[in-house]
């Protein structure tokens, strides 16, 4: 059998991992889970602090998702989406309808969050050039701040993260950038309760001007998770969606990472009874087990795409696994576990548990700030509490508090200087005190 170490020296010379920069770990070859813990080759156990890749909602190994995937394999494993039905992809289909905000009754499927972001743009577009009074010149979008979409082209234009975005300059859309509707880091004269009027308002004045040019705004609500855990003020979703509505402009929401009952609630624009016109998926809509994305489209956006064939009025656009059986049935059975273990329910207590033990370590000199929505959870480290003045680039702390945890028994990852918890929603009391704990260790170790 070969160990960590060697099997870490056969990955190093062949598998090209994304963000092979960030790829600060010694091997950690994972062979298995159960529930919330991960397993190495060596047999060492980890608890699961960030849901695989924010994906793993009722944790591994699950029964009822296993035994569905199971089930499907022993019917069949791919049913083409190009001229004929998969059974099981129309009854996710109309559980997804049922469960995503109320409108958008339309899904399109496809693999991966970042795929689901490109249909979502490419529908947005054609939407304007071939509805009953078309709208040509309408090519733009709106993405706010650091936003992450993605990593196809369309979602590294709408992204803000430096360096995704920057290196691609040539080869990107029109995208407008929005502000960055980050509460933590307030512009000047800004206080928390003048944010939410000074985001919307620097929104509105940007779109304002030019909404006939512009096709779409995108944003991720609530919180921009890859951007660093940015929470956004109560209220912007609800005002974006009022004024988009007003300017003739579509809203695309991307839910891939705040999706399926990360908020607290099943999609983060329920928390403000916004309903996008288009609606992205990905990660949790399988519980984290198989690779499958929606998007999701209202009436009217549907209504676009209707004619006859000669009309043209087709989208373009489609994926071999659309729609696929097994991940189909992983996505029904994930459903099934939201309502047989009251998943939404039992939310409450553990995102309370987990924001009074994170409570103490707030008042660390290094720790400039905890945000937490639902289970989404940043904890950002800076070098000056009071300036929240970051760590130099290039001396980052957060990979070496996480590398720490790790010491601990715990699994969670950094961006840049914010360590992420987004455990599984199936955590416990006791799993949640345990990461904690580590998160706590870490910093110590780091900051001695
Ligand atoms: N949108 C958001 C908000 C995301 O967080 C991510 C992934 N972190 C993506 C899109 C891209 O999803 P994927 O990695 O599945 O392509």
Not at 99 to 116: A, E, K, Q, R
Not at 128 to 143: D, F, I, S
Not at 150 to 159: M, N, P, R
Not at 209 to 225: F, N, R, S, T
Request: proline share 5%.
């Amino acid at each position: 059998m070969h160990s960590n170490a060697e099997i870490g020296q056969i990955d190093r010379t062949a598998v090209w991992h994304g963000f092979t920069q960030m790829a600060h770990y010694e091997p950690l070859v994972i062979e298995r889970g159960e529930g919330n813990w991960l397993f190495d080759i060596e047999g060492r156990r980890l608890l699961d602090g960030v849901s695989s890749l924010w994906c793993n909602l009722h944790g591994h190994n699950h029964p009822t998702i296993n035994a569905a995937i199971r089930d499907q394999l022993g019917k069949i494993a791919h049913v083409t989406s190009l001229g004929m039905i998969g059974r099981t992809a129309v009854e996710l289909t109309g559980r997804l309808v049922d469960v995503t905000p109320d409108g958008l009754n339309h899904v399109f499927y496809s693999s991966d969050g970042s795929s689901s972001v490109e249909a979502a743009l490419k529908m947005a577009f054609q939407y304007w050039q071939q509805r009953e009074n078309p709208q040509p010149q309408k090519t733009k979008y709106v993405a706010m701040g650091a936003a992450y979409h993605g990593d196809t082209t369309g979602g590294v234009s709408l992204g803000g993260v430096e360096h995704f975005h920057s290196l691609f300059g040539p080869l990107l859309f029109d995208v407008l950038r929005g502000p960055c509707p980050d509460t933590y880091r307030l512009p000047e004269n800004v206080t928390p309760e003048t944010a939410c009027d000074h985001y919307f308002e620097t929104f509105r004045d940007l779109v304002t001007g030019q909404h006939q040019q512009i096709a779409a705004v995108v944003m991720e609500p609530l919180v921009q998770g890859a951007a660093g855990m940015i929470m956004h003020p109560e209220g912007f979703l609800r005002r974006v969606r009022d004024l988009t509505r007003e300017l003739d402009i579509l809203l695309i929401c991307d839910e891939v990472a705040t999706g399926f009952g990360r908020t607290g609630k099943m999609f983060a624009c329920q928390h403000e009874q916004v309903s996008p016109d288009l609606m992205c998926i990905a990660k949790g809509l399988t519980g984290g087990y198989l690779p499958m994305a929606a998007t999701l489209a209202s009436d009217a956006v549907w209504n676009a795409f209707l004619g006859d064939l000669d009309q043209n009025k087709q989208f373009f656009h489609g994926h071999t696994y659309s729609g696929n059986p097994m991940a189909a049935a992983a996505g029904l059975a994930s459903l099934d576990v939201f309502e047989e273990e009251q998943v939404l329910e039992n939310l409450p207590a553990k995102i309370e548990h987990l924001q009074r033990c994170l409570q103490p370590l707030a008042s660390h000199p290094h720790v400039g700030s905890i945000r937490q929505r639902g289970l989404m959870v940043g904890i950002e480290l800076v070098e000056e509490k009071a300036s929240k003045q970051p760590f130099p680039a290039g001396q980052t702390r957060g990979a070496r508090v996480c590398r720490h945890a790790l010491d601990r028994g715990v699994w969670i990852r950094p961006l840049g200087d914010v360590i992420v918890l987004m455990p599984p929603l199936s955590i416990q009391a006791d799993e949640i005190e345990t990461l904690v704990e580590a998160v706590r260790y870490g910093i110590s170790q780091e900051f001695p």
